[in-house]
């Protein structure tokens, strides 16, 4: 994987992505040339459209990563890559219509995006066709030897076993566990040159999965694969950058102390993060205004009780503060206490079951980013009742108030809906990837992905 503004972007969403640029830029070129060739009109210099064609190929690529095109799902099947492709396309196409109306020009005429539609759907199914089944093969995937064949082992073997895996695991070398899980590992003390059986199966990296590292590291070993040139990573790292979440199963605190991350170095990105989210509230809450009062309305229709509800939240630094929600469930949905929300839960009401659907109800949070007590992109904020459980339950839970609560996040895009105990421990595995790897461009690439799961009902309710 290749670790862009801290983030870890796998080599063939990477490769894919700069063919898909280059050939938006080719289909758009074409469209010019056959727009002005129907109207008999000098094209010009490249120079006089290069902006129109990157305006075009900017768009189409931020709107083919919001709906899911870079998703695991697209690249192992064309059938599904297709079809996000088609939703990418007809909604760039749109997003240009708008903007070209918006800033009065001529940059994007109907008919060269008609023609530019139709020659990026066609190059970039061409793409996926060839490049990605190239790219999705075995053998670009990173060769990796795994130390250990305990539990570690065995989750390091399970997570490259997934079809969209980046990584093949081409042997386990078990370091005298008492209780091996991976039967197949071959002992440490019937190989005699470990550094040469590393390079005998043309592993790049070796990555150390051992139960018990005190008194056991290997580390004569380890140096001499270091400086033979392959890579050595410990497992809590290596499922980090393969994953993207913090893996609490082989954590420990001296990992989170001593790896990179949780950077102090933040001012000048907070400082944006906290413009960006003024500008956007205000926008949203603008823009949205007639939506909240007509679904207001319904709501009110609907069934007794307030339009609004608060419900007192953890935010930054475990300080409570006031989450205002349209009321989606009835008046009396907790009068047995405070409970987790469910699927098809039955306290929600004809109306709530739309607005939970296209996350209406959570429009009126934008006033909780204006005031400072939330960012547009965190970590959920949860109840209080449920932080003291979970803060007891699951380690690390409190490292995950160090950063704003947000209206979306790492973890409501890539978990499916959850409401329990097990749920939490997976989301705060993202939150925890989240708090320590922050960038702008990971709360960009948050915001655009936001819209693949509210079309397609993804994510966390």
Not at 136 to 152: C, D, E, Q
Not at 439 to 446: Q, R, V
Request: charged share 20%; no cysteine; glycine share 8%.
């Amino acid at each position: 994987m290749i670790r862009l503004f801290k983030h870890y972007i796998p080599h063939a969403v990477l490769l894919l992505g700069l063919f898909d640029l280059a050939l938006l830029i080719t289909a758009g070129d074409f469209a010019w040339r056959l727009t002005a060739n129907q109207l008999a009109v000098d094209l010009g210099a490249f120079d006089n459209r290069v902006w129109a064609l990157a305006g075009f190929a900017a768009m189409m690529i931020m709107v083919m990563t919001a709906v899911g095109v870079y998703g695991a799902d697209s690249l192992r099947s064309i059938r599904f890559a297709t079809a996000r492709l088609l939703v990418a396309i007809s909604l760039g196409v749109i997003g240009l219509t708008l903007l070209d109306f918006v800033i009065g020009g001529h940059n994007f005429w109907r008919s060269t995006l008609f023609y530019a539609m139709q020659g990026a759907i066609a190059l970039l199914v061409i793409n996926r066709l060839v490049v990605g089944g190239i790219l999705g093969a075995s053998a670009f995937r990173r060769r990796v030897l795994v130390l250990g064949s305990g539990p570690r082992a065995q989750r390091l073997r399970e997570l490259g076993e997934h079809p969209e895996s980046g990584f093949v695991i081409v042997g386990f070398i078990g370091m005298g566990e008492k209780e091996p899980v991976v039967e197949e590992a071959i002992a440490r003390t019937a190989i005699h040159n470990l550094k040469r059986f590393v390079e005998n199966l043309g592993a790049s990296e070796v990555v150390l999965a051992l139960e018990e590292r005190r008194n056991s590291l290997p580390l004569k070993d380890l140096l001499r694969i270091k400086t033979a040139g392959v890579h050595v990573n410990d497992v809590s790292s290596f499922v980090e950058r393969e994953s993207g979440r913090v893996d609490l199963d082989t954590v420990n605190p001296s990992w989170l102390i001593f790896s990179d991350g949780f950077s102090s170095g933040r001012a000048i990105s907070s400082a944006a993060k906290r413009l960006f989210d003024i500008v956007a509230s205000l926008l949203l809450l603008l823009l949205t205004a007639p939506v909240i009062a007509l679904f207001a309305l319904l709501v009110k229709l609907d069934s007794p009780g307030p339009v609004f509800y608060r419900q007192t939240r953890v935010g930054l630094f475990g300080q409570p503060f006031d989450v205002i929600k349209l009321r989606s469930m009835r008046t009396d949905a907790e009068a047995a206490g405070a409970q987790w929300a469910q699927k098809d839960d039955p306290r929600v009401t004809r109306v709530g079951k739309f607005i939970r659907k296209v996350r209406i109800d959570e429009l009126p949070q934008a006033w909780s980013v204006l005031v400072g007590d939330m960012s547009f992109v965190g970590p959920r904020p949860e109840r209080p009742e449920f932080v003291a459980e979970l803060e007891e339950q699951l380690p690390f839970y409190a490292e995950r108030h160090m950063v704003k609560p947000g209206i979306t996040g790492w973890a409501q895009i890539n978990y499916p809906y959850g409401a329990s105990i097990e749920d939490s421990r997976h989301k705060l595995e993202y939150d925890l990837y989240y708090a320590k790897n922050y960038t702008p461009f990971l709360d960009l690439l948050i915001i655009l992905q936001t819209l693949r799961v509210v079309l397609w009902n993804e994510g966390a309710r």
